[in-house]
């Protein structure tokens, strides 16, 4: 090889190559995503062990347990015949010893029961889906992009190749501002697409629950492009008369990963007040941040984010777990902002020409790939079997004595972790490279293909539509856990376990399910990079 030669697979490169007359030919090569397989930071695998080491764990597994065996084994002589005597007589003897050791017991367990973390209830969540007039297909979108006059043919150029491989359909949803003609993109029309989509989500959500606005005691709103004064968390709270106590947050500039980053400080909030309602409501506004530049990497945006919203009803009241679809199970957060490369790769800025736009920079594709891994790393201590823990603890435990040999580490299949995979859908390529790395089947993948053609990306509420369209399938069970998945500018990378505590095979009450007229059409053939 010659001095100047990249080594493809290092460098995590794909070529491909296309033929357009017998004398040329179209050399494209792409950066994959890291192979999560072959490449693990030990450190992170001892972060999730840690996240799973909390005082409650410690206290039960360190204590309560050891001494709840041994006044067993007091009572008993370890003979099984002597518990069903204890049973029936409902009498024994007990000496100081065992006195003793059943109150410091019971204390032990009173201050774990303190000490453990209150179960998150998700009640319900609904998602909004826009009047049929904010409909528009592939065909209508590249038609008003050319009729804008904004762009030069190289551009449109552009535009039309990528939404032909975009993964998006026919019925995603534009706001009013950007398909009037012209386009009216100003404040006021951003300000009617917001209280569209978030008002609209909570309506249904409202409704569905039977949950009153002056109930709610936390309320989360994330939106990353769009940050008016009064914030659009104020915005709810004037429109819904909520009570002067509300505990109030408003996330900006998150990316698509926002949503997971609001149900984890709903999360936190609920355990820090007890017997409490929180809404977290995700969306992102379209109006503001249109693109009208010649800058390729500006001009991916207008082609996949479309318009969408959601809203999550949460609950740490323990009389809500029997109306509840989901307990929270875990949530994991990565952030990889520390590096200039992971910094930069999503950010906003002017063109050359003065017009603002959101870059997505070339290394996108590994810098999410690196903030993947480093999230599943971390979250497979928590969630994978038993016997998949103690084979990959095994293979920790062989690195760490056998510094200098060269094993490589246990990696666990996550599909037998979760039921249901909703990964956000940012758009094909990126969902091509997960299911590859992860090893997923199409089955796994619909929910999150489906999405992206149905309704676009939706930011960081695309998880729950995602959600909502596993539901609408009648895939849910009591038991299923759903793992969500997203990422975004900083940059970060969310993880969020469900566990299904009730079953759901059909849908009984289709209002804030977005999937509701639409549903019996899906699955639908979305070609893929490998048969594309």
């Given at each position: 090889?010659?001095?100047?030669?990249?080594?493809?697979?290092?460098?995590?490169?794909?070529?491909?190559?296309?033929?357009?007359?017998?004398?040329?030919?179209?050399?494209?090569?792409?950066?994959?995503?890291?192979?999560?397989?072959?490449?693990?930071?030990?450190?992170?695998?001892?972060?999730?062990?840690?996240?799973?080491?909390?005082?409650?764990?410690?206290?039960?597994?360190?204590?309560?347990?050891?001494?709840?065996?041994?006044?067993l084994?007091?009572?008993?002589?370890?003979?099984?015949?002597?518990?069903?005597?204890?049973?029936?007589?409902?009498?024994?003897?007990?000496?100081?010893?065992?006195?003793?050791?059943?109150?410091?017991?019971?204390?032990?367990?009173?201050?774990?029961?303190?000490?453990?973390?209150?179960?998150?209830?998700?009640?319900?969540?609904?998602?909004?889906?826009?009047?049929?007039?904010?409909?528009?297909?592939?065909e209508?979108?590249?038609?008003?992009?050319?009729?804008?006059?904004?762009f030069?043919?190289?551009?449109?150029?552009?535009?039309?190749?990528?939404?032909?491989?975009?993964?998006?359909?026919?019925?995603?949803?534009?706001?009013?501002?950007?398909?009037?003609?012209?386009?009216?993109?100003?404040?006021?029309?951003?300000r009617?697409?917001?209280?569209?989509?978030?008002?609209?989500?909570?309506?249904?959500?409202?409704?569905?629950?039977?949950?009153?606005?002056?109930?709610?005691d936390?309320?989360?709103?994330?939106?990353?492009?769009?940050?008016?004064?009064?914030?659009?968390?104020?915005?709810?709270?004037?429109?819904?008369?909520l009570?002067?106590?509300?505990?109030?947050?408003?996330?900006?500039?998150?990316?698509?990963?926002?949503g997971?980053?609001?149900?984890?400080?709903?999360?936190?909030?609920?355990?820090?007040?007890?017997?409490?309602?929180?809404?977290?409501v995700?969306?992102?506004?379209?109006?503001?941040?249109?693109?009208?530049?010649?800058?390729?990497?500006?001009?991916?945006?207008?082609?996949?984010?479309r318009?969408g919203?959601?809203?999550?009803?949460?609950?740490?009241?323990?009389?809500?777990?029997?109306?509840?679809?989901?307990?929270?199970?875990?949530?994991?957060?990565?952030?990889?902002?520390?590096?200039?490369?992971?910094?930069?790769?999503?950010?906003?800025?002017?063109?050359e020409?003065?017009?603002?736009?959101?870059?997505?920079?070339?290394?996108?594709?590994?810098?999410?790939?690196?903030?993947?891994?480093?999230?599943?790393?971390?979250?497979?201590?928590?969630?994978?079997?038993?016997?998949?823990?103690?084979?990959?603890?095994?293979?920790?435990?062989?690195?760490?004595?056998?510094?200098?040999?060269?094993?490589k580490?246990?990696?666990?299949?996550?599909?037998?972790?979760?039921?249901?995979?909703?990964?956000?859908?940012?758009?094909?390529?990126?969902?091509?490279?997960?299911?590859?790395?992860?090893?997923?089947?199409?089955?796994?993948?619909?929910?999150?293909?489906?999405?992206?053609?149905?309704?676009?990306?939706?930011?960081?509420?695309?998880?729950?539509?995602?959600?909502?369209?596993?539901?609408?399938?009648?895939?849910?069970?009591?038991?299923?856990?759903?793992?969500?998945?997203?990422?975004?500018?900083?940059?970060?990378?969310?993880?969020?376990?469900?566990?299904?505590?009730?079953?759901?095979?059909?849908?009984?009450?289709?209002?804030?399910?977005?999937?509701?007229?639409?549903?019996?059409?899906?699955?639908?053939?979305?070609?893929?990079?490998?048969?594309?």
């Amino acid at each position: 090889m010659g001095r100047d030669s990249i080594d493809m697979d290092k460098e995590r490169l794909t070529a491909e190559m296309n033929f357009k007359d017998s004398s040329s030919a179209v050399i494209k090569i792409r950066r994959r995503l890291p192979d999560f397989l072959q490449s693990v930071k030990l450190k992170y695998v001892k972060l999730g062990y840690g996240y799973s080491c909390n005082a409650a764990t410690i206290l039960m597994f360190a204590l309560i347990l050891p001494l709840f065996l041994h006044l067993l084994v007091q009572l008993t002589g370890l003979k099984l015949h002597h518990l069903s005597h204890l049973w029936s007589n409902r009498t024994v003897q007990l000496d100081t010893e065992t006195i003793t050791g059943s109150a410091v017991l019971l204390f032990l367990f009173g201050l774990y029961w303190a000490k453990r973390s209150t179960p998150v209830y998700m009640v319900d969540f609904a998602c909004y889906k826009p009047e049929k007039e904010r409909k528009i297909s592939v065909e209508s979108f590249l038609k008003m992009t050319e009729e804008s006059g904004c762009f030069n043919e190289e551009t449109l150029q552009f535009q039309r190749r990528i939404s032909a491989k975009a993964g998006l359909g026919d019925e995603t949803y534009l706001p009013r501002g950007i398909t009037a003609r012209p386009p009216n993109l100003c404040m006021e029309e951003a300000r009617l697409e917001a209280e569209a989509v978030m008002f609209g989500a909570l309506d249904a959500l409202f409704e569905k629950t039977g949950v009153q606005p002056r109930d709610i005691d936390i309320l989360v709103v994330n939106c990353s492009l769009f940050n008016p004064t009064p914030s659009l968390s104020a915005m709810i709270v004037n429109h819904y008369k909520l009570r002067t106590n509300i505990k109030s947050y408003n996330l900006g500039g998150m990316g698509c990963s926002a949503g997971l980053i609001s149900i984890d400080l709903a999360k936190d909030l609920l355990k820090a007040n007890p017997n409490s309602y929180a809404v977290v409501v995700s969306t992102e506004n379209i109006t503001l941040n249109w693109y009208f530049g010649s800058d390729r990497s500006m001009l991916l945006s207008n082609c996949i984010f479309r318009m969408g919203g959601a809203a999550i009803l949460l609950s740490n009241k323990s009389s809500d777990r029997v109306r509840s679809k989901y307990e929270l199970v875990h949530t994991v957060r990565t952030h990889k902002g520390a590096d200039d490369k992971n910094f930069n790769c999503v950010y906003q800025r002017e063109d050359e020409t003065g017009k603002i736009g959101v870059r997505l920079a070339r290394e996108l594709m590994a810098v999410a790939g690196d903030a993947l891994k480093t999230n599943i790393t971390t979250l497979g201590p928590l969630v994978l079997p038993f016997k998949e823990q103690l084979k990959f603890f095994v293979s920790l435990v062989r690195r760490k004595l056998l510094k200098r040999s060269r094993v490589k580490p246990y990696i666990p299949d996550f599909k037998l972790a979760f039921e249901h995979f909703c990964i956000h859908a940012g758009g094909r390529g990126v969902l091509d490279e997960l299911q590859k790395n992860l090893e997923l089947s199409e089955w796994h993948m619909e929910p999150s293909r489906m999405t992206l053609h149905r309704f676009g990306n939706t930011s960081s509420s695309s998880l729950w539509y995602e959600l909502a369209y596993t539901e609408a399938k009648g895939r849910v069970s009591k038991g299923d856990r759903v793992w969500q998945i997203a990422f975004g500018s900083g940059f970060k990378c969310n993880s969020a376990v469900w566990k299904a505590v009730c079953d759901m095979p059909v849908v009984g009450d289709w209002r804030g399910n977005p999937w509701d007229d639409s549903v019996d059409k899906y699955p639908v053939n979305v070609p893929t990079a490998s048969s594309s």
